[in-house]
């Protein structure tokens, strides 16, 4: 299993979807609102080779409790401008849209994390600062050291894409299941 | 003989509800992680493997840590049963929110639960009429917490089918899987009502939720094997294990009705029960 580290470099090329990885190194944690904040502020910290957390924790006493990856797909529209700004790897779950894919494309990758695993989470961090606090607990910026978090390239920088490859399968699947398509009357 | 308002009652019936949603939150029942080892063992796609070693080691973890499996602690939906002859007051269901808002302080969870329009948060995950509290007689005076997150539950569906159409029912149930793909978090438990009226159907399929894992129908058996065909896999990153298992529920209906609802829930299929001692 490849070991990567950030800040993420041209290695995130060589990634393919499907690929297993682990990950160490700093990365941000940043929902809806840590978006629309940076988009409107600026970055508060260096976007270059940065690696992105969709993530709202529970932290307490400067301690990480629980951190388990939130939906991406919330933050499709937001992610252009991340992107342009240098970042190469984004952590999530449940994928993210064909834009975005097409947005990754010779720049950066899309890693998946197990949802719920929030404990192996923050067995894996350590807290290291925050911006934006007055966000709120989930929508904040939490600074996270990272020791080798297991990750899968769910979308790579080549437009692969497991989480479309994994649907248009099941769909095929079901189309010969049920050769009508739909239960709808 | 009732003692409903014997206040020492009332409070061990807020620390009763306090203990079943902390347990829930945090152990996992031995017959969900039975299913998720057993998935480990006959899966053959590398991916979906290692997303199942991290679901078993999280669970772990989870124990060690005294934390919440996932942070999404869910809205807690209640089953209590009260001994025959014992009246259930309106001060018993207070006892049993004041529980819901001692666990969210002292666990602590999230505070999930919002007005529907307005957004605002009740930051005690009581009030606005909820959580949803079902009360029936039994043996024994006990309370039983099924926390449910979101990302399961906004996947879940309903439909009144024609009477007719009730060799459709496994299609439905597989299709309601083809549309949530990852989003559920899989594998999943698919909690299938039939039957009732709408509301019921809908009641039934949570209620299916409670029902130990470890075995299944045949009718059942057969619906989640062509779930799991689907190859969604664990988190939709494919793989053999999409659904750990199928639970139905039934009751009767209009001779012109056939609802059939369908309650999904992740792969932290938390619930816990806690006798209430008299």
């Known amino acids: 299993m490849r070991h990567l580290q950030t800040p993420l470099g041209d290695e995130v090329l060589s990634l393919k979807a499907g690929e297993m990885v682990t990950l160490s190194g700093t990365v941000y944690t940043a929902r809806d609102e840590a978006h629309l904040r940076i988009m409107e502020d600026g970055f508060p910290f260096d976007p270059k080779g940065a690696v992105l957390y969709h993530c709202g924790p529970v932290v307490a006493d400067n301690r990480i409790i629980v951190a388990g990856p939130t939906t991406s797909a919330r933050m499709n529209r937001l992610t252009g401008f991340m992107l342009d700004a240098g970042i190469r790897g984004i952590i999530g779950k449940g994928g993210m849209s064909a834009e975005v894919r097409e947005l990754l494309r010779a720049r950066a990758v899309y890693f998946a994390f197990t949802g719920g695993c929030a404990n192996l989470a923050a067995a894996r961090m350590k807290y290291a600062g925050v911006h934006y606090p007055e966000l709120g607990m989930a929508e904040a910026v939490w600074i996270i050291e990272l020791d080798k978090l297991p990750l899968t390239v769910a979308m790579d920088a080549h437009g692969g894409d497991l989480f479309a490859v994994i649907e248009d399968h099941a769909h095929e699947v079901f189309q010969a299941m049920y050769p009508t398509s739909t239960t709808r009357i | ?278």
Request: proline share 7%.
């Open chain 2, 1 to 278: 003989m009732s003692r409903s308002g014997d206040p020492d009652l009332l409070k061990r019936i807020s620390d009763a509800t306090e203990k079943a949603v902390r347990d829930a939150e945090i152990y996992l029942p031995d017959d969900v992680k039975a299913r998720l080892t057993e998935a480990l063992k006959m899966e053959s796609v590398v991916v979906a493997k290692q997303e199942l070693k991290n679901i078993l080691e999280n669970i772990c973890l989870a124990e060690e840590r005294s934390a919440p499996l996932c942070q999404d602690t869910g809205i807690p939906v209640l089953y209590i049963t009260v001994p025959y002859g014992m009246t259930w007051t309106p001060e018993m269901e207070e006892a049993v929110f004041t529980g819901i808002q001692n666990a969210t302080e002292h666990i602590p969870l999230r505070p999930n639960l919002v007005d529907p329009l307005s957004r605002e948060n009740t930051k005690t995950n009581t009030g606005l009429s909820m959580p949803p509290v079902h009360v029936k007689q039994g043996e024994r005076f006990t309370i039983t917490a099924l926390p449910k997150g979101a990302g399961s539950e906004n996947v879940s569906r309903i439909r009144m089918m024609n009477p007719s159409d009730k060799g459709n029912i496994p299609k439905f149930v597989v299709e309601t899987m083809l549309e949530a793909g990852g989003r559920p978090c899989p594998p999943v438990i698919l909690g299938v009502g039939i039957g009732g009226t709408f509301d019921v159907a809908a009641s039934l399929a949570k209620e299916a939720l409670l029902e130990p894992v470890d075995m299944m129908t045949d009718y059942e058996q057969e619906i989640c094997d062509q779930v799991n065909q689907l190859g969604i896999g664990p988190m939709g990153l494919g793989g053999d294990t999409t659904c750990l298992a199928v639970k139905i529920k039934t009751a009767g209906c209009h001779t012109a009705s056939l609802p059939v609802a369908v309650n999904i829930q992740c792969w932290a299929a938390r619930r816990a029960t806690v006798e209430v001692l008299l």
